[in-house]
């Protein structure tokens, strides 16, 4: 009787724990569904449409404001929380001294926690991109990073500053490009988005 | 080299993947010796098959936690492929290949008929190769896989001489009174955990290497089931700390790093048997 009680605790406390994993493997399961970010969305579950120079349908995680002087459009840079990230990095985040692996892990971390790095001057190189949104009357411009596989990626929106003219200072489809912009996040329509505003071509 | 290692080890993310990723080898390796010596080492495969399709369907179902489906799923198909064993009409290895296949198949089609998602092939590419999930866990997540992982551990260490008596000759144990349907049913449930746990860390296509490598090469140095579950832990860690650190270093996929490191070392470990 006591090994039959004893047998049912055991497989009652191996089910439980199993049902706890549900956040444990979900590869698309996000850390914060009210964290409505709409270039998470991309990672995973349903991953970002990896740009390609003849590719129409290409999905730009976050659209560019209508007027890129309104500032009044962003956020206003909360202060970040006090996170072993914000000391590791201090103001400046260059990515392009870290490995492909690590810049994706780096680069979902600012997709899902953005008020981690609101007000950071980011670095990143990664393949250029830009769409036009035909519904909006919006370009938006991205830059795309991948993970090890090649079969995932990310992108972050940058706004260049008006010193770059459309298209004759913009790269080409594809370009692999070096981008510098202060990370921040605004919200439109139908969500907040992601973006490095007053950013500057490196190369 | 050391300075990049400490400069990676700062982030909380790489410091989770490697806790994550040795935990899991850990507790993967413990079992994968008693599933190689029942002549069950494609289970990890199978079952990882039958995980992917149940994430499919969750992915049709849009449930907003997949896991609630895709564990009770691999969980109920581990435990029917260890305990109908040589009983069943299809026997053993048929019925993994056939779940294997056929759950594979299934989501597969399914994803491409039902998905939504603007990057299919970036969504199987993810879930088959692991991708780089290990890297994108949160502290709960952590926390959550530790726990697990733990609870495997302990179970198996609980239940070490049951295991092992049923592992080697299942009709002797049960004349001896041990219950091998349930030592199996237990095996079974820390299978699928284990295996579910395991799609972040390498994928569902190289989760059977997890499972098997560390036993065989184990296996190829020592004879006793002890001495072979010990090595095979040590070694399984070992791979998966380096694999996970090679691919933060050079940028290379994690899981198939990780199972790169354990073949080498199964290379290895039978040079050595063979000397010996």
Request: aromatic fraction near 10%; glycine fraction near 6%; charged fraction near 10%.
């Given at each position: 009787m006591k090994m039959r009680l004893l047998r049912r605790t055991i497989i009652l406390s191996i089910l439980s724990c199993s049902i706890f994993v549900s956040g444990c493997a979900g590869q698309g399961d996000l850390p914060d569904e009210s964290t409505d970010i709409t270039a998470s969305d991309t990672i995973e579950t349903e991953p970002i449409a990896v740009p390609t120079p003849d590719d129409e349908d290409i999905i730009i995680p976050s659209p560019e404001p209508e007027n890129t002087d309104n500032n009044d459009a962003f956020i206003p840079?909360?202060?970040?929380?006090?996170?072993?990230?914000?000391?590791?990095?201090?103001?400046?985040?260059?990515?392009?001294?870290?490995?492909?692996?690590?810049?994706?892990?780096?680069?979902y971390n600012m997709m899902y926690y953005p008020e981690k790095f609101i007000g950071k001057t980011i670095k990143m190189k990664g393949l250029y991109s830009d769409y036009f949104d035909q519904r909006s009357g919006k370009r938006y411009f991205a830059c795309i990073i991948m993970d090890a596989t090649a079969c995932c990626s990310q992108g972050v929106e940058f706004i260049l500053t008006d010193d770059y003219k459309y298209p004759d200072d913009y790269p080409t489809q594809g370009d692999e490009v070096t981008v510098e912009g202060i990370f921040d996040v605004y919200e439109e329509e139908d969500g907040s988005y992601c973006t490095l505003r007053e950013a500057k071509l490196i190369s | 080299m050391l300075d990049k290692i400490f400069f990676y080890l700062q982030y909380p993310f790489v410091r989770y993947a490697i806790i994550v990723g040795v935990l899991i080898s850990l507790s993967s390796s413990l079992l994968g010796v008693t599933l190689v010596l029942k002549r069950f080492s494609y289970i990890g495969d199978g079952l990882s098959h039958v995980a992917f399709g149940a994430m499919a369907v969750a992915t049709v179902l849009k449930l907003s936690d997949k896991m609630l489906l895709i564990l009770p799923v691999t969980v109920i198909c581990a435990v029917l492929l260890l305990k109908t064993g040589q009983n069943a009409k299809v026997k053993g290895?048929?019925?993994?290949?056939?779940?294997?296949?056929?759950?594979?198949?299934?989501?597969?089609?399914?994803?491409?008929?039902?998905?939504?998602?603007?990057?299919?092939?970036?969504?199987?590419?993810?879930?088959?190769?692991?991708?780089?999930?290990?890297?994108?866990?949160?502290?709960?997540?952590?926390?959550?896989?530790?726990?697990?992982?733990?609870?495997?551990?302990?179970?198996?260490?609980?239940?070490?001489?049951?295991?092992?008596?049923?592992?080697?000759?299942?009709?002797?144990?049960?004349?001896?009174?041990?219950?091998?349907?349930?030592?199996?049913?237990?095996?079974?449930?820390?299978?699928?955990?284990?295996?579910?746990?395991?799609?972040?860390?390498?994928?569902?296509l190289l989760i059977s290497a997890l499972v098997i490598f560390p036993a065989l090469s184990a296996m190829n140095v020592f004879k006793s089931f002890f001495k072979v579950t010990i090595a095979s832990s040590i070694l399984s860690v070992i791979c998966a700390f380096v694999g996970i650190m090679i691919s933060i270093l050079a940028g290379t996929p994690v899981g198939s790093t990780i199972v790169a490191a354990d073949v080498f070392v199964f290379l290895l470990s039978f040079a050595m048997g063979k000397k010996k």
């Open positions: 840079a909360s202060e970040p929380e006090n996170t072993d990230d914000n000391e590791i990095d201090g103001d400046y985040i260059d990515l392009t001294i870290m490995s492909s692996t690590v810049v994706y892990g780096q680069v | 290895d048929a019925a993994i290949a056939m779940l294997s296949v056929g759950s594979l198949a299934f989501g597969y089609l399914l994803m491409n008929i039902f998905s939504t998602s603007s990057n299919l092939t970036g969504d199987v590419c993810s879930t088959l190769f692991g991708s780089t999930s290990i890297l994108t866990l949160t502290l709960n997540e952590v926390i959550l896989c530790a726990v697990l992982s733990v609870v495997v551990m302990g179970i198996f260490i609980f239940m070490y001489n049951k295991i092992l008596a049923v592992t080697f000759d299942e009709t002797f144990a049960k004349a001896t009174g041990v219950s091998a349907d349930f030592y199996n049913t237990i095996t079974a449930v820390m299978i699928a955990v284990i295996i579910v746990l395991a799609m972040n860390l390498v994928g569902s």
